[in-house]
């Protein structure tokens, strides 16, 4: 059973970064497409940035420049780091886990991230 621990929201004030961290257990990330997605209040789930097991990345268009996913395949952890960080930018931040041969489809519990302006 795949388990995905995420870590590092807080409270940050406008400007500033915070760098999250998600810890997968029970598969080895290397073969998996690692995402962050976050649901800002009253609003959907929206994909922010994803690390794929070919080494392609994506950011939303919001974030381009000033977010940066990475992944160590050797410690099954993947992070977001999150710099210039705006209001809009608040929210609960979610990872996720697919694996297009596995069939793994899993979530992490969030992490509460507030940027204060």
């Known amino acids: 059973q795949v388990q995905l621990v995420e870590s590092g929201g807080g409270l940050v004030q406008a400007g500033g970064s915070l760098r999250l961290s998600c810890s997968c257990s029970g598969s080895a990330i290397r073969d998996m497409t690692m995402s962050w997605w976050r649901q800002a209040p009253g609003k959907q789930l929206e994909l922010v940035a994803f690390?794929?097991?070919?080494?392609?990345?994506y950011y939303e268009e919001v974030v381009k420049g000033r977010f940066m996913i990475s992944r160590d395949n050797g410690k099954d952890t993947v992070h977001l780091q999150m710099n210039s960080l705006k209001p809009e930018d608040t929210g609960v931040y979610y990872c996720?886990?697919?694996?297009?041969?596995?069939?793994?489809?899993?979530w992490g519990q969030g992490t509460q991230v507030t940027v204060s302006s």
């Open positions: 996720h886990a697919e694996g297009m041969f596995t069939g793994v489809d899993s």
């Open positions: 690390t794929s097991n070919d080494g392609r990345l």
